[in-house]
């Protein structure tokens, strides 16, 4: 399961959030001060001076701050879940002539694409010809163990768009698409959460639209990054909170999505026990299975192909399992044994069940 890309941008954001509140307090104790009597704030006079002067500069550095880390984390995990993905599907598939065939052969492609971008020294050098060669020949030999040359995926020709994303997705044989992000459970969440509105209740120009705010952060910096920000559109922090929460769905559905296909890799390849038997299901979370045989814990990966036709897999860790209404650390099991099992996302009777070991 991918979690460092995700979990480094979510770092990036909770100190963006930090420096937002500090930047609030800040401003609160100003005001604060100010409204002293002036012979109470005398003594603060020679600091108060430049502090009152400066305050709309002070504005406009603290939000052109905050919109350069939420580009620049929107850009860095993008390069580094390629990475974490390329890094999985090695773990996943252990030999190259394993990996789909499409991927194999888009790989070659970009990576030799890659060399040439290295050599015209169009690209910042954090890797030199000869290793990018040796990876690659290794592929195409077949040597174990092997690597990818994920960066080859996500060589940037154009600024952090969606349809930028969408097209670096697209290099690794994933098809990333408004709806399928709206679909995916951190947004659905958030947007359920935040307008009350589902993406059953949406048309195509509303999904679409709904995802506008990731070009329009890229709009905002490259204004910054030229010098055409308008200080009359400086944004105060809640809403570059609110540019923040909007941001943290959007990346966590990718993630999210890249977690879904690795499980669809481990399915195409047999490496999850599928659940046979009658299905019964107890409320959104809880479902009762039949388990005849083997080992299952609490932090197993259940898995969930839905019925309808493209719908994505739903995973999670197992939370909690229980026997006759007792939980379980651990269950072995036997002939006419039925558990009941809590999981994190919605579950239905009719969708197909699997289980991926983590030890």
């Known amino acids: 399961m991918m979690e460092e890309a995700l979990t480094s941008f979510e770092a990036e954001l909770d100190k963006l959030n930090r420096f937002?509140?500090?930047?609030?307090?800040?401003?609160?104790?100003i005001s604060h001060i100010l409204r002293l009597p002036e012979e109470e704030r005398a003594a603060l006079a020679a600091p108060l001076e430049p502090i009152e002067a400066n305050s709309t500069i002070k504005r406009r550095q603290s939000y052109v701050s905050a919109i350069i880390v939420l580009y620049g984390a929107l850009e860095r995990y993008v390069e580094e879940a390629v990475s974490e993905y390329a890094g999985q599907l090695v773990v996943i598939h252990k030999e190259f002539q394993k990996l789909p065939e499409k991927l194999r052969a888009q790989h070659t492609k970009l990576t030799i694409d890659y060399l040439a971008s290295l050599k015209d020294g169009r690209v910042r050098e954090t890797e030199d010809i000869s290793s990018v060669v040796a990876t690659l020949h290794d592929c195409l030999t077949g040597k174990t163990p092997f690597r990818l040359n994920a960066r080859a995926f996500s060589l940037r020709s154009s600024n952090?768009?969606?349809?930028?994303?969408?097209?670096?997705?697209?290099?690794?044989?994933?098809?990333?698409?408004?709806?399928?992000?709206?679909?995916a459970p951190s947004y659905a969440r958030f947007l359920r959460d935040m307008t009350g509105i589902s993406l059953k209740d949406m048309h195509d120009g509303e999904i679409e639209s709904t995802l506008d705010h990731i070009d329009e952060l890229v709009a905002l910096r490259n204004d910054i990054a030229h010098g055409v920000a308008n200080l009359e559109s400086i944004e105060d922090s809640?809403?570059?909170?609110?540019?923040?929460?909007?941001?943290?769905?959007?990346?966590?559905?990718?993630?999210?999505?890249?977690?879904?296909?690795?499980?669809?890799?481990?399915?195409?390849?047999?490496?999850?026990?599928?659940?046979?038997?009658?299905?019964?299901?107890?409320?959104?979370?809880?479902?009762?299975?039949?388990?005849?045989?083997?080992?299952?814990?609490?932090?197993?990966?259940?898995?969930?192909?839905?019925?309808?036709?493209?719908?994505d897999l739903r995973y999670g860790a197992i939370v909690s399992i229980q026997i006759d209404s007792a939980n379980q650390d651990e269950v072995v099991g036997t002939d006419g044994l039925m558990i009941g099992v809590r999981v994190p996302f919605r579950v239905k009777a009719n969708g197909q069940y699997y289980v991926l070991h983590l030890k």
Not at 269 to 298: C, M, Y
């Open 160 to 183: 952090m768009k969606f349809g930028r994303i969408r097209e670096i997705m697209g290099n690794l044989d994933i098809q990333v698409h408004g709806r399928r992000v709206l679909a």
């Open 20 to 29: 937002l509140q500090a930047s609030d307090a800040e401003d609160a104790l």
């Open 238 to 311: 809640n809403i570059v909170r609110e540019r923040a929460s909007k941001l943290h769905a959007f990346v966590s559905a990718i993630n999210e999505i890249l977690n879904c296909e690795l499980m669809k890799r481990r399915l195409e390849l047999g490496q999850l026990k599928t659940f046979e038997g009658d299905i019964r299901t107890f409320g959104n979370h809880i479902v009762g299975l039949s388990w005849p045989s083997g080992r299952i814990a609490p932090g197993d990966i259940l898995v969930m192909q839905p019925s309808e036709k493209g719908a």
